[in-house]
């Protein structure tokens, strides 16, 4: 399996990868109403994309997995059934 990449964001602006971000979910919205599956993927991993870029800019990628840990606790004690991991 490929590992996700971090792209070197240092010459953007927080602003531009925040509207990057806005722009990209606007992308997968659409693709949703248009039941474009084929776009669907690509415009989520875009959405995932701009969310990593930006986490990594605060250095944080490196708690990701204690975050998500602490995230699938929240979501079960939310009442929420989990059907599988990716």
């Not at 995230?71 to 990716?86: A, D, P, Q, S, V």
């Amino acid at each position: 399996m490929n590992k996700f990449p971090i792209l070197d964001i240092s010459k953007i602006s927080l602003a531009t990868e925040v509207d990057k971000l806005t722009e990209e979910t606007h992308e997968f919205i659409n693709a949703i109403a248009n039941n474009d599956e084929d776009n669907m993927i690509e415009e989520a991993l875009d959405v995932f994309q701009v969310v990593i870029n930006i986490l990594n800019r605060y250095e944080l990628t490196d708690k990701l997995e204690e975050g998500l840990k602490i995230h699938i606790e929240k979501l079960k004690n939310r009442g929420w059934k989990i059907e599988k991991y990716l």
